[in-house]
């Protein structure tokens, strides 16, 4: 069974500077997706980025960059330029690729901004 | 991305009774997916929801204890039945999108059980 670890459960970060959060995962199986979600107070679950386990290219949404490693199992969240809005918990997801969409969550990190 | 709608948002009930949560989704999904997300706690997984078929539960859940309806494409209720306090937790439904394999949720329930 596949499994998701994130060691960080809390984060703090001045505000515009730049944060990672950390996230390392086992599995044996070669072909699969990771993601990083973003919850709010609000409850709302958020996708923020996702990375196909067979691109060598690391995902990039704006702010947001991932550092995949694959053969070291770790997948980390980068956070540049922080803003009071990214202040949320922070979940890491593993999704296999062979058809089964179960979601595999880490226990989170929350991070804070600090203004 | 799909809008999903998912109510109550929010309730507060007995010991002994029962709830019904729904998920109503934007756009035709093959699979819905109810989660729950335990106070402080990340989310697990209770069952896989196909649209003519019975759900598949995870390990540790069953159907007798959250029965999974999904009558359409766009829509499944999961009832918590016969609640204890160990059921307060937030409930999120989730579907994929099929064009871009992306996950959505809901905003959740948050269910208290007194």
């Known amino acids: 069974a596949q499994t998701v670890t994130q060691s960080q459960p809390e984060m703090s970060v001045q505000e515009a500077e730049t944060v990672t959060l950390s996230c390392t995962y086992d599995?044996?199986?070669?072909?699969?997706?990771l993601f990083w979600y973003k919850q709010p107070p609000s409850r709302q679950m958020i996708l923020v980025i996702r990375?196909?386990?067979?691109?060598?290219q690391n995902a990039t949404e704006n702010r947001f960059s991932v550092n995949f490693q694959k053969a070291a199992k770790s997948f980390s969240l980068k956070i540049s330029d922080s803003q009071l809005g990214d202040a949320a918990m922070y979940f890491c997801?593993?999704?296999?690729?062979?058809?089964?969409?179960?979601?595999?969550f880490g226990t989170g990190t929350r991070l804070t901004i600090i203004p | 991305s799909a809008v999903i709608s998912q109510k109550p948002s929010r309730d507060i009930c007995q010991r002994g009774t029962s709830l019904t949560i729904q998920c109503q989704v934007d756009?035709?999904?093959?699979?819905m997916f109810w989660y729950r997300q335990q106070p402080g706690q990340s989310l697990t997984l209770i069952a896989t929801?196909?649209?003519?078929?019975?759900?598949?539960?995870e390990s540790g859940f069953v159907i007798d204890k959250f029965p999974i309806s999904r009558p359409n494409l766009t829509f499944s209720t999961l009832t918590v039945s016969n609640m204890s306090p160990e059921d307060s937790s937030i409930y999120l439904c989730?579907?994929?999108?099929?064009?871009?394999?992306?996950?959505?949720f809901g905003s959740g329930t948050q269910l208290s059980v007194l």
């Open positions: 989730s579907v994929q999108n099929q064009a871009n394999e992306k996950l959505f």
């Open positions: 599995t044996s199986e070669s072909d699969y997706y």
């Open positions: 990375q196909e386990a067979y691109k060598q």
């Open positions: 997801a593993y999704r296999s690729a062979d058809g089964n969409e179960k979601l595999t």
């Open positions: 756009s035709q999904v093959t699979m």
């Open positions: 929801a196909n649209q003519g078929s019975e759900a598949t539960y």
